[in-house]
Protein backbone atom coordinates (compact mmCIF):
# COMPACT_ATOMS: atom_id res chain seq x y z
CA UNK A 1 0.00 0.00 0.00
CA UNK A 2 1.55 2.97 -0.66
CA UNK A 3 0.03 5.91 1.61
CA UNK A 4 0.12 8.73 -0.38
CA UNK A 5 -1.99 7.26 -3.31
CA UNK A 6 -3.97 5.75 -0.54
CA UNK A 7 -4.50 9.55 0.83
CA UNK A 8 -5.47 10.53 -2.57
CA UNK A 9 -8.01 8.43 -3.07
CA UNK A 10 -9.72 8.43 0.22
CA UNK A 11 -9.22 12.22 0.49
CA UNK A 12 -10.88 12.36 -3.18
CA UNK A 13 -14.02 10.13 -1.94
CA UNK A 14 -14.61 12.13 1.51
CA UNK A 15 -14.24 15.16 -0.66
CA UNK A 16 -16.99 13.92 -2.83
CA UNK A 17 -19.02 12.50 0.20
CA UNK A 18 -18.64 16.57 1.98
CA UNK A 19 -19.84 18.14 -1.69
CA UNK A 20 -22.79 15.42 -1.72
CA UNK A 21 -23.91 15.86 2.01
CA UNK A 22 -23.99 19.67 1.41
CA UNK A 23 -25.87 19.31 -1.53
CA UNK A 24 -28.53 16.90 0.48
CA UNK A 25 -28.98 19.03 3.32
CA UNK A 26 -29.36 21.92 1.04
CA UNK A 27 -32.49 19.94 -0.83
CA UNK A 28 -33.80 18.93 2.60
CA UNK A 29 -33.88 22.82 3.40
CA UNK A 30 -35.58 23.59 0.55
CA UNK A 31 -38.18 20.30 1.33
CA UNK A 32 -38.86 22.04 3.84
CA UNK A 33 -39.73 24.89 2.52
CA UNK A 34 -41.92 23.71 -0.20
CA UNK A 35 -43.67 21.64 2.70
CA UNK A 36 -43.80 24.61 4.85
CA UNK A 37 -45.68 27.16 2.31
CA UNK A 38 -47.63 23.75 0.85
CA UNK A 39 -46.10 24.96 -2.68
CA UNK A 40 -47.59 23.16 -5.26
CA UNK A 41 -47.50 19.02 -5.52
CA UNK A 42 -44.77 19.35 -8.46
CA UNK A 43 -42.60 21.46 -6.75
CA UNK A 44 -42.60 18.95 -3.71
CA UNK A 45 -42.09 15.97 -6.24
CA UNK A 46 -39.35 17.44 -8.08
CA UNK A 47 -37.53 18.27 -4.77
CA UNK A 48 -37.84 14.51 -3.69
CA UNK A 49 -36.32 13.28 -7.01
CA UNK A 50 -33.31 15.74 -6.85
CA UNK A 51 -32.96 14.33 -3.02
CA UNK A 52 -33.53 10.32 -4.67
CA UNK A 53 -30.52 11.36 -7.12
CA UNK A 54 -28.07 12.64 -4.24
CA UNK A 55 -28.99 9.98 -1.86
CA UNK A 56 -27.83 7.74 -4.98
CA UNK A 57 -24.79 9.38 -5.13
CA UNK A 58 -23.70 8.90 -1.92
CA UNK A 59 -24.55 5.18 -1.95
CA UNK A 60 -22.18 4.85 -5.03
CA UNK A 61 -19.46 6.55 -3.26
CA UNK A 62 -19.94 4.64 0.22
CA UNK A 63 -19.36 1.57 -2.47
CA UNK A 64 -16.20 3.03 -4.03
CA UNK A 65 -14.87 3.76 -0.24
CA UNK A 66 -16.10 0.17 0.60
CA UNK A 67 -14.54 -1.19 -2.23
CA UNK A 68 -11.01 0.85 -1.49
CA UNK A 69 -10.94 -0.53 2.12
CA UNK A 70 -11.75 -4.21 0.93
CA UNK A 71 -8.87 -3.64 -1.66
CA UNK A 72 -6.57 -2.56 1.04
CA UNK A 73 -7.40 -5.82 3.05
CA UNK A 74 -9.50 -3.56 5.28
CA UNK A 75 -12.64 -4.24 6.55
CA UNK A 76 -15.77 -2.33 4.72
CA UNK A 77 -16.79 -0.47 7.81
CA UNK A 78 -16.07 2.00 10.11
CA UNK A 79 -13.36 0.02 11.93
CA UNK A 80 -11.65 -0.23 8.44
CA UNK A 81 -11.83 2.82 7.75
CA UNK A 82 -10.20 4.06 11.15
CA UNK A 83 -8.05 1.74 10.70
CA UNK A 84 -6.81 3.04 6.85
CA UNK A 85 -6.53 6.57 8.59
CA UNK A 86 -3.93 5.55 11.22
CA UNK A 87 -1.91 4.17 8.09
CA UNK A 88 -1.82 6.97 5.60
CA UNK A 89 -3.31 10.27 7.43
CA UNK A 90 -0.54 12.70 8.68
CA UNK A 91 -1.60 15.56 11.18
CA UNK A 92 -4.77 13.64 11.18
CA UNK A 93 -6.24 16.37 7.78
CA UNK A 94 -8.50 13.36 6.73
CA UNK A 95 -10.23 12.29 9.93
CA UNK A 96 -11.27 15.60 10.82
CA UNK A 97 -13.12 16.10 7.26
CA UNK A 98 -14.31 12.59 7.50
CA UNK A 99 -15.65 14.09 11.25
CA UNK A 100 -17.32 16.77 9.35
CA UNK A 101 -18.88 14.57 6.90
CA UNK A 102 -20.31 12.77 9.80
CA UNK A 103 -21.41 15.91 11.15
CA UNK A 104 -23.18 16.73 7.62
CA UNK A 105 -24.99 13.16 7.43
CA UNK A 106 -26.10 13.76 11.38
CA UNK A 107 -28.03 17.27 10.26
CA UNK A 108 -29.36 15.49 7.24
CA UNK A 109 -30.89 13.22 9.22
CA UNK A 110 -32.46 15.19 11.67
CA UNK A 111 -33.50 17.35 8.53
CA UNK A 112 -35.32 14.55 7.06
CA UNK A 113 -36.70 13.38 9.85
CA UNK A 114 -38.33 16.61 10.36
CA UNK A 115 -39.72 16.71 6.92
CA UNK A 116 -41.13 13.63 7.62
CA UNK A 117 -43.15 14.61 10.89
CA UNK A 118 -44.41 17.66 9.10
CA UNK A 119 -45.67 15.39 6.35
CA UNK A 120 -46.74 12.83 8.21
CA UNK A 121 -49.28 15.98 10.33
CA UNK A 122 -49.95 17.06 6.96
CA UNK A 123 -51.34 13.43 5.98
CA UNK A 124 -52.89 13.08 9.82
CA UNK A 125 -54.91 16.67 8.73
CA UNK A 126 -56.09 15.47 5.40
CA UNK A 127 -57.18 11.91 7.10
CA UNK A 128 -59.13 14.04 10.08
CA UNK A 129 -60.69 16.01 7.07
CA UNK A 130 -61.90 13.34 5.17
CA UNK A 131 -63.54 11.51 8.06
CA UNK A 132 -65.68 14.99 9.05
CA UNK A 133 -66.44 14.81 5.16
CA UNK A 134 -67.61 11.25 5.13
CA UNK A 135 -68.59 10.92 8.23
CA UNK A 136 -66.33 7.04 7.69
CA UNK A 137 -63.24 6.68 10.12
CA UNK A 138 -60.74 4.58 8.09
CA UNK A 139 -58.83 1.59 9.19
CA UNK A 140 -55.08 1.01 10.59
CA UNK A 141 -52.04 2.37 7.90
CA UNK A 142 -50.57 -1.22 6.81
CA UNK A 143 -48.63 -2.02 4.00
CA UNK A 144 -50.28 -3.79 1.28
CA UNK A 145 -49.24 -6.57 -0.88
CA UNK A 146 -46.69 -4.21 -3.01
CA UNK A 147 -45.24 -2.69 -0.14
CA UNK A 148 -47.31 0.53 -0.88
CA UNK A 149 -49.46 2.25 2.50
CA UNK A 150 -52.96 0.91 2.26
CA UNK A 151 -55.78 1.33 4.44
CA UNK A 152 -56.91 -2.20 6.19
CA UNK A 153 -60.40 -2.90 5.99
CA UNK A 154 -62.21 -3.34 9.18
CA UNK A 155 -62.12 -7.13 9.67
CA UNK A 156 -65.63 -8.71 10.09
CA UNK A 157 -65.91 -12.07 12.54
CA UNK A 158 -67.96 -14.43 11.30
CA UNK A 159 -69.51 -17.67 14.10
CA UNK A 160 -69.85 -20.73 12.34
CA UNK A 161 -71.92 -23.37 14.49
CA UNK A 162 -70.32 -26.91 14.53
Known amino acids: MDPSLTREQLAKLIDDESRAL ?3 ERLLGREHDILVRNDRP ?5 AC ?20 LRMLGESPDNAGL ?18 GCADAARRCRELNDRNGAL ?5 RRVEGMLEILTGQRPGPRVYGPQGQFATAEPSRMGAAEA
Not at 49 to 68: H, T, Y
Open 119 to 123: VMARM
Open 82 to 99: DALLKACDVGDRLRLRWR
Open 49 to 68: NARQVRMGELLRIQDERRSL
Open 42 to 46: EALED
Open 22 to 24: ADL
